[in-house]
């Protein structure tokens, strides 16, 4: 893991959290508890901060950078492997699929499903418990059942890696 400060501002990284070897966390980058970081990730915050909240993961090769606001992601949020986030507002209890792109100023309401390789554009609103899907993305429907129950499996795998990888030794 690389920590670089810049502007005077420094990552904050709760001891609870696993950071992979090979992220970089750039700036004011604040991860709270048992927050979950995965190879390749790269975090930089050198013109706006990045929360990243409680049991949150930010999977393999995940690129979060703000511009002109603040990236938000709130507690159980899951954001899959490739996706590239920019200042946003992610509410609790959501999924952003791999292959996703966020765009500034974007606002995902708490426990919404974004599906795989999903774009929106910036300044999209999406509402409390939505189902987004497609490039552009439109939001198709209400999470069903089936989706909160993938909302909520993976952040809980996510949570017992970050345990497991948390005491693997280097060989």
């Known amino acids: 893991m690389q920590l670089l400060e810049i502007n005077g501002k420094k990552p904050f990284v709760h001891q609870s959290c696993y950071i992979a070897p090979d992220v970089f966390l750039i700036g004011d980058v604040r991860l709270r508890e048992n927050v979950s970081v995965w190879f390749g990730s790269l975090l930089r915050a050198d ?18 950078k703000p511009d ?26 959501v999924i952003i699929g791999m292959g996703s792109i966020i765009l500034e100023n974007t606002k995902i309401g708490s426990g919404s499903f974004v599906a795989a390789g999903s774009m929106l554009p910036q300044n999209t609103v999406v509402p409390e ?11 198709v429907g209400k999470v069903t ?13 996510y949570f017992i890696m970050r345990s497991k990888y948390k005491s693997v030794t280097k060989v």
């Not at 901060?49 to 979060?64: G, K, L």
């Open 68 to 93: 002109s606001s603040a990236a938000f992601i709130g507690k159980r949020v899951t954001v899959g492997k490739g996706a590239i986030i920019e200042g946003v507002f992610i509410g609790d209890d």
């Open 47 to 64: 013109t706006d901060s990045i929360e990243i909240n409680e049991n949150s993961s930010i999977q393999d090769n995940v690129i979060i």
């Open 129 to 139: 418990g939505s189902l987004v899907i497609g490039n552009p993305a439109k939001i």
């Open 145 to 157: 059942p089936n989706h909160q129950k993938q909302i909520e499996e993976s952040w809980r795998k």
